[in-house]
Nanobody, 126 residues
Framework: QVQLVESGGGLVQAGDSLRVSCAAS????????MAWFRQGPGKEREFVAA????????NYADSVKGRFTISRDNAKNTVYLQMNSLKPEDTGVYFC???????????????????WGQGTQVTVSS
């Protein structure tokens, strides 16, 4: 399995921007579809964004569409989540996930992913 380590979380104010990163190691990164999920206080983990192996395709939850952008740099084995116009309801632990796949598909269900990072806390104050 690929190992994943998130970074870049922090405390910001509503309306601010933040970028979180996820560094992968152990396997060929370009063979993995990637995604970000989050879990808010007292909430279940939810899908945020997904990106295909090449980075040519992406998908977003309706709640973040137009504000968040997922990207990846296969040369650096890293996936990013750029978060703009942050809201208090974006608060939570952000996890990246990886799925080994032969297809240029997007996966939005957490059951599709076998590898997970430990998470990074994002807190948005009002």
């Amino acid at each position: 399995q690929v190992q994943l380590v998130e970074s870049g979380g922090g405390l910001v104010q509503a309306g601010d921007s933040l970028r979180v990163s996820c560094a992968a190691s152990g396997r060929t990164f370009s063979n993995y579809a990637m995604a970000w999920f989050r879990q808010g206080p007292g909430k279940e983990r939810e899908f945020v964004a997904a990106i295909s192996r090449s980075g040519g395709g992406s998908n977003y939850a309706d709640s973040v569409k137009g504000r968040f952008t997922i990207s990846r740099d296969n040369a650096k084995n890293t996936v990013y989540l750029q978060m703009n116009s942050l809201k208090p309801e974006d608060t939570g632990v952000y996890f990246c996930a990886a799925r080994l796949t032969s297809y240029s598909a997007l996966y939005t269900n957490d059951s599709h992913y076998a590898s997970w990072g430990q998470g990074t806390q994002v807190t948005v104050s009002s």
